[in-house]
């Protein structure tokens, strides 16, 4: 079962940051805070992992708030490419054989 | 990062007929998993493929529908057997190296 609560929905204009908040209060020490997102008609597309600590790389920014029962995923420049299902999971070290398993995700719609 | 092919990536088949998909990773994966997407809906983990043995299948899923190979590090089939109307989805092959998971296309499927 999913772990983690999305909005269903958000909408954000170009150019503007895109501020997408996960909820996870039942994440436990050794498991991490992983975003996907899928382009329409796409596979999935990781954009960034993290454990406790703050990430960024090229794509976006990963907040974690110091209880790590929530997080932000952060866009800085959304663009209308940016448009697609945003997936927040949680899951324990992927070398040990955990699973990545989908919730809802949340509809990201950039807008002119 | 690796690149996930499959074939083929779309196809209309007739009910009670059975497919066979297969997913070729451009280079060596440690795991290997089948996820089914129906329509306007997120992904659900079918099995997880284990090189050289059976493959380890989720909850609502089994062989004789689904019968999985992996006959190596690479390579892996899905067969969607006796295929009803129901089975239309989008099938998605994954590979996971390192921390990272990566998604082929999708196998788009329709029954008639």
């Known amino acids: 079962d999913a772990k983690t609560t999305q909005p269903p929905s958000m909408d954000c204009a170009e150019g503007r940051a895109a501020n997408l908040p996960c909820n996870h209060s039942t994440i436990s020490g050794n498991e991490y805070v992983y975003w996907y997102r899928q382009i329409h008609s796409q596979g999935p597309q990781y954009i960034i992992h993290g454990l406790k600590n703050n990430e960024t790389n090229e794509m976006a920014s990963l907040i974690i708030t110091e209880d790590r029962k929530s997080s932000t995923l952060i866009l800085p420049h959304a663009t209308l490419r940016d448009t697609a299902v945003y997936y927040c999971?949680?899951?324990?070290?992927?070398?040990?054989?955990?699973?990545?398993?989908f919730g809802a995700g949340t509809i990201l719609r950039v807008k002119s | 990062s690796a690149v996930i092919s499959q074939k083929p990536s779309r196809d209309i088949c007739q009910r009670g007929t059975s497919l066979t998909i297969q997913c070729q990773v451009d280079s060596q994966v440690t795991m290997m998993f089948w996820y089914r997407q129906q329509p306007g809906q997120s992904l659900t983990l079918i099995a997880t493929a284990n090189q050289g043995s059976e493959a380890t299948y989720e909850s609502g899923f089994v062989i004789d529908k689904f019968p999985i190979s992996r006959p190596n590090l690479t390579f892996s089939t899905l067969t969607v057997s006796n295929m009803s109307p129901e089975d239309s989805s989008i099938y998605l092959c994954?590979?996971?190296?390192?921390?990272?998971?990566?998604f082929g296309q999708g196998t788009r499927l329709t029954v008639v």
């Open positions: 994954s590979g996971y190296r390192g921390t990272e998971a990566f």
């Open positions: 999971i949680v899951r324990g070290n992927m070398e040990y054989g955990n699973k990545l398993v």
